[in-house]
C-alpha cells in the first residue's frame, strides 16, 4: 500500500518554471518505480516522466524532452518533477503514481495515484 500526495502546482507564464512534488508514505518507497501524468480538460490522461527504483533510469515523453527533468530521494520519500520552458499547451492535473519494480510509460502499468496538482501556463 503506497499512499501520494502531489504539491507546487500553479499559474506561471509560457517560458516560467514550476516544480512539483511528490510525497510518498510507506517504508517499501524504494520497492516502486515513479511516474508522472498529467490530463488537460476535455483530453486523454498523457504520460510525461518515469524513473526507477533506485533512480538511475529515466524515460521521458518525446513532448516534455529536454525540459523536464523527474528525480527522487529515497531517503525522504519523494519525488519531483522539475518544469522547465513551460508552454501553454503543458496545462493540466499533473498526477504522480506508483508501479511496483519496474518503470513503464502506460497509465494502466501503475498501482496507486495521487489526486494530483493544477499547472495552468498563460501566453
Known amino acids: 500500500q503506497v499512499q501520494l500526495v502531489e504539491s507546487g502546482g500553479g499559474l506561471v507564464q509560457a517560458g516560467g518554471s514550476l516544480r512539483l512534488s511528490c510525497a510518498a508514505s510507506?517504508?517499501?518507497?524504494?520497492?516502486?518505480?515513479m511516474g508522472w501524468f498529467r490530463q488537460a480538460p476535455g483530453k486523454e490522461r498523457e504520460f510525461v516522466a518515469a524513473?526507477?527504483?533506485?533512480?538511475?533510469?529515466?524515460y521521458y515523453a518525446d513532448s516534455v524532452k529536454g525540459r523536464f527533468t523527474i528525480s527522487r530521494d529515497n531517503a525522504k520519500n519523494t519525488v519531483h518533477l522539475q518544469m522547465n520552458n513551460l508552454k501553454p499547451e503543458d496545462t493540466a492535473v499533473y498526477s504522480c503514481?506508483?508501479?511496483?519494480?519496474?518503470?513503464?510509460?502506460?497509465?494502466?502499468?501503475?498501482?496507486?495515484w495521487g489526486q494530483g496538482t493544477q499547472v495552468t501556463v498563460s501566453s
Open positions: 503514481a506508483a508501479r511496483y519494480w519496474g518503470l513503464a510509460g502506460t497509465a494502466n502499468e501503475y498501482n496507486y
Open positions: 510507506g517504508r517499501t518507497f524504494r520497492d516502486y518505480a
Open positions: 524513473i526507477s527504483r533506485s533512480g538511475d533510469s529515466t
